[in-house]
C-alpha cells in the first residue's frame, strides 16, 4: 500500500464518519424541534388540536387538580370524577413519598384505595380532564 493511497483511504473514511454525524445531528435537532413544537407547522389542525388538548389536561391534571387547587374547572372535573365513582375522593403527595396517594371518604374515616382502583380512577379521572379541557378549547 502506498502513502498516496493509505491518506486517500483515511480522508474517504473520515468523511464517512462526518457524514455520518451529520445526519445523526440532523435527526436529533428534528427531534428537538418537535418537542418545542417548532415542526408542528407540517402537522394537520386536528392533531395539533389534540397535542395541545393533552397538554392542558395534563397541566390541569398535574398541577392544579392534585396539587389542591380550587378553581371552577378543577372542581367541575372533581366533582364529575366523584359522581361517576359514587365517593369523595382525596388525592396527596405525602411528604416522604414519590407517587400519589388517593383516599376515598367513608363513615369509618378515610381509607387508601387500592392499587387497582387507584388506576381506575386515575383512568377516569385522565378521561373527564381531556373531554372537559376538549369542551372548553375553541
Given at each position: 500500500?502506498s502513502?498516496?493511497?493509505?491518506?486517500?483511504?483515511n480522508m474517504?473514511?473520515?468523511?464517512?464518519?462526518?457524514?455520518?454525524?451529520?445526519?445523526?445531528?440532523?435527526?436529533y435537532?428534528?427531534?428537538?424541534?418537535?418537542?418545542?413544537?417548532?415542526?408542528?407547522?407540517?402537522?394537520p389542525?386536528?392533531?395539533?388540536?389534540?397535542?395541545?388538548?393533552?397538554?392542558i389536561?395534563?397541566?390541569?391534571?398535574?398541577?392544579l387538580?392534585?396539587?389542591?387547587?380550587?378553581?371552577?374547572v378543577?372542581?367541575e372535573i372533581?366533582?364529575?370524577?366523584?359522581r361517576?365513582v359514587?365517593?369523595?375522593?382525596t388525592?396527596?403527595?405525602?411528604?416522604?413519598?414519590?407517587d400519589?396517594?388517593?383516599?376515598?371518604?367513608?363513615?369509618d374515616?378515610?381509607?387508601?384505595?387500592?392499587?387497582?382502583?387507584?388506576?381506575?380512577?386515575?383512568?377516569?379521572l385522565?378521561?373527564?380532564?381531556?373531554?372537559?379541557?376538549?369542551?372548553?378549547?375553541l
Open positions: 500500500m502513502v498516496k493511497s493509505f491518506y486517500i483511504r474517504l473514511l473520515k468523511y464517512d464518519k462526518q457524514l455520518v454525524t451529520a445526519r445523526r445531528l440532523a435527526r435537532n428534528q427531534a428537538l424541534k418537535m418537542a418545542r413544537g417548532d415542526g408542528e407547522e407540517t402537522l389542525p386536528d392533531v395539533k388540536r389534540g397535542i395541545m388538548v393533552e397538554r389536561a395534563r397541566e390541569v391534571m398535574e398541577s387538580l392534585l396539587s389542591g387547587s380550587d378553581n371552577p378543577v372542581r372533581k366533582e364529575q370524577l366523584e361517576e359514587g365517593e369523595k375522593l388525592f396527596t403527595y405525602p411528604p416522604t413519598e414519590l400519589l396517594q388517593v383516599y376515598r371518604e367513608t363513615p374515616g378515610t381509607v387508601e384505595v387500592t392499587p387497582a382502583e387507584k388506576m381506575v380512577i386515575m383512568e377516569k385522565w378521561q373527564i380532564s381531556l373531554d372537559r379541557v376538549n369542551a372548553t378549547m
